[in-house]
């Protein structure tokens, strides 16, 4: 079983890698934000939740969340299948292996520069 | 850490962490070259400099605006026949280019006098320009010139003009890298907040870190007007002065390359909340992801969706017939800038290319991040390459083609590896459907080029073959593809005119108006 949930995270992660680009601000602080923001959000689509939108700053979240969303529901079959708990277990585990391989692990020494 | 050591670099052990080969199994965590950093002595670096990536990356594709640079003339040197930063109003920024002319005698003496002289004389020879940028160089850096305070004084002068004045010397960073940063806060701090834009639409956005190369701009811009959008200003191809003086209104700062632009676009972020979103547009499904999440901003995602469908229709065949030609064939994508990740995994999606290297001249750590994090395993990235380390690459991967900038180009094309400019391009915009298909044109034009099986004759030892005729592209394109797809009605080779773009700058968008409520 955690094999496959691992197996699972891995081609949500590869999904990321490849086409996303929300990951990738420049900073620990803005990666913390991004990866928490339209990683929560694209959890709460997937099991049909309510997302606040109430910010410019969360309206843009939102956009990323929902085509991930869409992207991975086309791509990935086996997410029809699974209930809100397993989306949410998936979707935590993706959410620390996104935070580990672009922020604790990186190997990016500018994430901790404090200007821009 | 699987770094790759260059034979040619094996005297300056340093180098070995600047170029790794992803390995199976092996993430950014465990495969990163070092980046950024000063050039290694030993080594020759092939990168510009801070002020170069000032002056001749970020701020000359302003097209209203005379661009002078305070120093020796040589520095003005990447005008119109080296760069391709298009604009609508007959390319005044490439067209003209200016110096202050700096000799020893002002070294000595000092060149502010000079600096004023210059900056009047340069505001009549062309009445019609009312705004002008000046850089500074290594030389009047050095010697302390006070330009902000001679731009002040002409001001005072001329309250007709506006200056802005761009500290960015070429000492001023280990590479242009170091350009792009300073002049994108000096903009803010200077210039940003204080002009007051009309605002026509009810959806206002900013388009960043776009500059314009062969179109590539203006093919952006005709879909988020189609869209209804208002583009307040772009940052800074084909960009207008007074436009990027309003960034600060509006809704939504739509950013390309973040590596020479995030900075602007953070401290909007910090200073005016604008949002700050990050999107692709070279390729069919990258760029449909990027008109999708924009047009979700604003809740106008249909309009979005009405050009994602007449886009797609009008062009994947075109594409896919390149694409079949193209499948498997081996490149190095050496671009420089933000292509390398930009290009990385689409080019393999969409064209079949198989990515076997990737390089940066200037970027940073965050640059290799998203290249390696999009390319297969095997692949080798080399930050801050020379040309014996490009050589020795090339030797290494034989590649199909190389897309890259046309220094390292001419030289790969003396190995007989086909070139294709990925920083100017051949034959642009490469942006939006079209543009992507016209890329992919180059791309196989450039493997495929009868001109190959000439050069591949060593004449001072093979003879000339008499006995064969000469193997046209299809004949050499199609040799291995199968009957029904050699054959199809479907496909078919790109079908666009010599100028996509000239026909955009008279296009009218109709339903740009009256949009806001009560208007």
Same mark, same amino acid.
């Given at each position: ?41 694209t ?10 939108k ?12 929902v ?40 190997l ?9 | ?5 260059f034979?040619?670099?094996?005297? $300056? ?8 080969? !992803? ?26 400099? &801070? ?11 302003m ?12 520095? =003005? ?24 002319? *700096? ?45 902000g305070?001679v731009? %002040? ?20 960073? #280990?590479? %242009?890298? +170091?350009?792009?940063? $300073? ?5 803010? !701090? ?40 208002? *583009? ?13 003086? &309003? ?8 950013l390309?390359?973040?590596?020479? &632009? ?7 972020r910090?200073?005016?909340?604008? #949002?700050r @979103?990050? $999107? ?20 106008i ?11 797609t229709?009008?062009?994947?065949p ?5 694409k079949?030609r @193209? ?16 290009w990385a995994? *689409?080019i ?11 390089? =940066? ?6 640059d ?16 801050? #390459?020379?040309? @014996?380390? +490009? @050589?020795?690459?090339?030797e290494?991967?034989k ?5 890259? +900038? ?37 791309i ?16 001072? !030892? ?8 000469f ?14 797809? /050699?054959?199809?009605?479907?496909? /078919? ?11 955009? /700058?008279?296009? =009218? ?5 009256? %949009?806001? &409520?009560?208007?």
């Amino acid at each position: 079983m955690e094999e496959l949930m691992k197996e699972r995270v891995a081609q949500l992660e590869n999904y990321i890698l490849k086409h996303c680009l929300w990951q990738f601000h420049s900073r620990t602080w803005d990666r913390e934000k991004q990866n928490e923001g339209v990683l929560s959000k694209t959890m709460q689509i997937l099991c049909d939740e309510p997302v606040d939108k109430g910010t410019p700053a969360d309206r843009c979240y939102w956009v990323d969340a929902v085509v991930l969303a869409e992207e991975y529901k086309k791509r990935f079959s086996w997410l029809a299948a699974l209930d809100k708990t397993e989306i949410k277990l998936l979707m935590q585990g993706l959410k620390e292996r996104i935070d580990y391989v672009t922020i604790t692990g990186s190997l990016n020494k500018e994430l901790t520069v404090k200007q821009y | 850490m699987p770094h790759h050591t260059f034979k040619c670099s094996e005297c $300056i052990p340093e180098r070995r962490q600047h170029a790794v080969i !992803k390995g199976p199994g092996e993430d950014l965590t465990s495969a990163l070259p070092e980046g950024y950093l000063n050039t290694i002595p030993g080594t020759i670096s092939e990168r510009g400099c &801070a002020y170069c990536g000032a002056k001749h990356v970020i701020g000359t594709p302003m097209k209203d605006v005379i661009h002078i640079s305070h120093g020796p003339v040589g520095c =003005t040197y990447d005008t119109w026949q080296t760069k391709r930063y298009i604009s609508d109003n007959d390319n005044f920024q490439i067209k003209n280019t200016f110096a202050t002319d *700096v000799k020893e005698k002002h070294i000595v003496f000092g060149a502010e006098g000079l600096l004023k002289k210059n900056i009047i004389e340069a505001f009549k020879a062309f009445p019609e320009i009312k705004r002008m940028t000046i850089y500074s160089t290594c030389a009047t850096a050095l010697i302390g010139d006070d330009i902000g305070a001679v731009a %002040q004084e002409v001001m005072d002068e001329m309250p007709e003009v506006d200056i802005f004045v761009c500290n960015s010397p070429g000492f001023a960073g #280990p590479s %242009q890298s +170091g350009g792009h940063h $300073i002049i994108n806060i000096a903009w803010i !701090k200077q210039k940003v907040g204080t002009v007051e834009p009309e605002i026509t639409s009810d959806y206002v956005i900013n388009y960043v870190g776009e500059y314009n190369i062969q179109g590539d701009q203006e093919v952006m811009v005709d879909y988020f007007k189609t869209m209804g959008i208002q *583009v307040l200003s772009t940052f800074t191809g084909n960009g207008s002065y007074d436009d990027l003086r &309003a960034m600060h209104r509006a809704h939504l700062n739509v950013l390309e390359c973040a590596r020479s &632009a995030e900075y602007i676009c953070n401290e909007l972020r910090v200073k005016y909340g604008i #949002p700050r @979103l990050d $999107i692709d547009g070279f390729g069919f499904e990258p760029l449909s992801a990027s008109l999708r999440k924009v047009g979700l901003f604003f809740g106008i995602e249909d309009r979005a969706q009405a050009i994602i469908d007449e886009e797609t229709a009008r062009w994947k065949p075109e594409l896919d017939w390149y694409k079949e030609r @193209l499948q498997g064939k081996k490149v190095c994508l050496w671009p420089g800038g933000s292509k390398l990740w930009h290009w990385a995994n *689409v080019i393999h999606e969409e064209m079949g290319l198989e990515v076997v290297s990737m390089y =940066t001249k200037f970027g940073h750590q965050g640059d290799m991040e998203k290249g390696i994090a999009r390319c297969d395993t095997g692949a080798l990235a080399i930050d801050d #390459p020379n040309e @014996l380390e +490009g @050589l020795e690459a090339l030797e290494m991967l034989k590649p199909d083609i190389i897309l890259t +900038g046309k220094r390292p180009g001419e030289v790969a094309k003396k190995v007989r590896v086909p070139y294709l400019n990925a920083h100017a391009y051949h034959n642009g915009p490469y942006k939006g459907y079209e543009g992507w298909v016209r890329f992919a044109r180059d791309i196989y034009n450039a493997i495929y080029s009868p001109i190959h099986q000439l050069s591949a004759l060593d004449i001072s !030892k093979d003879a000339i073959p008499t006995d064969k005729g000469f193997a046209t592209q299809r004949m050499t394109s199609d040799a291995n593809l199968s009957e029904e797809i /050699r054959s199809s009605v479907t496909l /078919r080779q790109y079908t666009g005119g010599y100028d996509s773009v000239s026909k955009l /700058r008279t296009k =009218t968008y109709p339903h740009l108006q009256n %949009q806001l &409520a009560g208007v």
